[in-house]
């Protein structure tokens, strides 16, 4: 059966079906005709045993008249003597063979004939008298054959019929799947940007085509982040590595003095480490977006991830004596957010990075990270004195590997595109508040899932506040 098509096997098991009830139903129809034709004989053999039974029970069968032309009687007495006797020799033979004596109506062969006989038995003043009558079965029979042959006949081409409209039905309903398939081998060979097609029938046939066409876009989504990957890994790492090989060439020429070969090394230190940002920003940013869960956390534990975060980056930026703190508001420790403890730390260590970064050299870093609770959701703001942004950049800060045209930060372009990534999987929203020549505020919302954000104490004055990301620019 497994090597055999689907349509093939649709007309198989229909056809099978069809001839099991339409036996069924011809062995219910022929026991039925065989019924109607059996009661027929039997009631012309009552009606023929009829008078003889009356006379005998009358006592008056003294003298019994025959029967009419070719009709079959045997009547006996109380004694065994035979009284009458219009019986072929044979069946009467076979019947004296018999020697019934209980009253029925059997079928007998005798002669190469077959006979229908009806015995019946008489109780009369002298003891107990038997009649017993005969018809010959073989035109019964003969019509009981044509009968059966009627419905062979009939049933097998209603059979066969049956197969050939289930052959075409299931043809009919398995065309759209040919479809498919053609489609999807055109496709597959030319690798075209359009879809599997698409009734306007709303069958299980189509919604496959529709699940299948998600797939396909997936895919391709899939395959085009992955180009994209590619292409900006090979842009952004050609530069820093083309430095980095020139910067070790100069440093190996023997030319080069003590002093002049430890500053390049000292540079291609530095291009290295760039270069490990990079690929260590690419990473992550891959995971996140192939991520399917993206976690959950409690706000206690964002609210330790916050602080780990703000002594990691006072460690990181020490030569520069940055002004760095945090703001913990209105928490509840045990709500939660759709987003890791571990992606929630590193989406705050690129902030924060990015606001030290974007200060001047001669300039004191100011950040200030702020965690609030509201009723249906936490938001994070993280606020720096750094200038701000070029007001033509913020449209495109969360494009990958994107720089402002006159950033000195020597990272790669990826804090803010993790960001974006991180908060998308949790389902919140991220927005900028850029202020051009004093600083930039980084909003992010994120939906609680479990509990309520803000503590019900702080919140019993009812200040009415949400936590969507927007509002005024907080101040570090």
């Given at each position: 059966m497994r090597a055999l098509s689907i349509r093939a096997r649709i007309t198989l098991g229909a056809s099978l079906i069809a001839i099991l009830l339409l036996a069924a139903g011809g062995i219910v129809i022929y026991a039925q005709v065989e019924r109607i034709v059996r009661a027929g004989e039997e009631a012309v053999l009552a009606g023929?045993?009829?008078?003889?039974?009356?006379?005998?029970?009358?006592?008056?069968?003294?003298?019994?008249?025959?029967?009419?032309?070719?009709?079959?009687?045997?009547?006996?007495?109380?004694?065994?003597?035979?009284?009458?006797?219009?019986?072929?020799?044979?069946?009467?033979?076979?019947?004296?063979?018999?020697?019934?004596?209980?009253?029925?109506?059997?079928?007998?062969?005798?002669?190469?004939?077959?006979?229908?006989?009806?015995?019946?038995?008489?109780?009369?003043?002298?003891?107990?008298?038997?009649?017993?009558?005969?018809?010959?079965?073989?035109?019964?029979s003969e019509i009981l054959d044509g009968v059966m042959l009627l419905l062979i006949v009939s049933l097998s081409v209603i059979a066969v019929g049956f197969g050939a409209a289930a052959w075409f039905i299931s043809t009919a309903a398995l065309r759209p799947v040919t479809r498919l398939q053609r489609s999807a081998e055109r496709l597959s060979a030319d690798e075209q940007?359009?879809?599997?097609?698409?009734?306007?029938?709303?069958?299980?046939?189509?919604?496959?085509?529709?699940?299948?066409?998600?797939?396909?876009?997936?895919?391709?989504?899939?395959?085009?982040?992955?180009?994209?990957?590619?292409?900006?890994?090979?842009?952004?790492?050609?530069?820093?590595?083309?430095?980095?090989?020139?910067?070790?060439?100069?440093?190996?020429?023997?030319?080069?003095?003590?002093?002049?070969?430890?500053?390049?090394?000292?540079?291609?230190?530095?291009?290295l480490q760039r270069l490990i940002r990079i690929s260590q920003g690419l990473l992550d940013l891959s995971r996140m977006e192939a991520q399917r869960s993206?976690?959950?956390?409690?706000?206690?534990?964002?609210?330790?991830?916050?602080?780990?975060?703000?002594?990691?980056?006072?460690?990181?930026?020490?030569?520069?004596?940055?002004?760095?703190?945090?703001?913990?508001?209105?928490?509840?420790?045990?709500?939660?957010?759709?987003?890791?403890?571990?992606?929630?730390?590193?989406?705050?260590?690129?902030?924060?990075?990015?606001?030290?970064?974007?200060?001047?050299?001669?300039?004191?870093?100011?950040?200030?990270?702020?965690?609030?609770?509201?009723?249906?959701?936490?938001?994070?703001?993280?606020?720096?004195?750094?200038?701000?942004?070029?007001?033509?950049?913020?449209?495109?800060?969360f494009e990958r590997f994107a720089r402002g045209e006159h950033s000195g930060y020597p990272g790669g372009g990826l804090g803010l595109p993790i960001v974006a990534r991180a908060v998308e999987n949790a389902g919140g929203d991220v927005a900028l508040e850029n202020r051009p020549g004093d600083g930039l505020t980084v909003r992010v919302a994120l939906p609680v899932i479990s509990g309520a954000a803000g503590d019900p104490e702080a919140r019993a004055a009812g200040d009415g506040r949400d936590g969507t990301a927007g509002g005024d620019a907080d101040a570090p």
């Open positions: 023929i045993e009829a008078p003889y039974l009356t006379a005998i029970a009358e006592e008056s069968a003294e003298e019994l008249d025959p029967p009419g032309h070719a009709r079959k009687v045997l009547v006996t007495d109380a004694s065994g003597q035979t009284r009458l006797d219009t019986m072929p020799d044979a069946l009467a033979a076979e019947l004296a063979a018999r020697g019934t004596t209980t009253d029925g109506t059997h079928r007998i062969a005798a002669g190469g004939n077959t006979y229908l006989v009806r015995t019946r038995h008489v109780e009369s003043a002298d003891g107990t008298w038997m009649v017993s009558t005969a018809r010959d079965f073989q035109n019964s940007e359009g879809y599997l097609p698409t009734g306007p029938v709303h069958d299980e046939i189509e919604a496959l085509a529709r699940t299948l066409n998600d797939l396909i876009r997936r895919t391709r989504e899939s395959a085009d982040r992955e180009r994209q990957v590619v292409s900006d890994a090979s842009h952004e790492l050609r530069t820093p590595l083309a430095i980095l090989n020139a910067q070790l060439e100069v440093a190996a020429a023997a030319s080069v003095s003590d002093e002049q070969r430890r500053a390049d090394v000292a540079a291609a230190r530095s291009t993206p976690g959950t956390a409690t706000l206690g534990a964002l609210s330790r991830e916050t602080a780990d975060a703000v002594d990691r980056a006072r460690t990181a930026f020490g030569e520069r004596d940055p002004d760095i703190d945090f703001e913990l508001v209105d928490l509840d420790p045990t709500a939660e957010v759709a987003l890791g403890a571990q992606d929630f730390g590193r989406m705050l260590d690129n902030l924060i990075s990015n606001a030290v970064c974007a200060a001047s050299a001669d300039a004191r870093p100011h950040v200030l990270v702020t965690l609030t609770g509201f009723t249906d959701a936490v938001r994070l703001s993280v606020v720096d004195r750094s200038g701000g942004m070029d007001p033509d950049f913020v449209g495109r800060a």
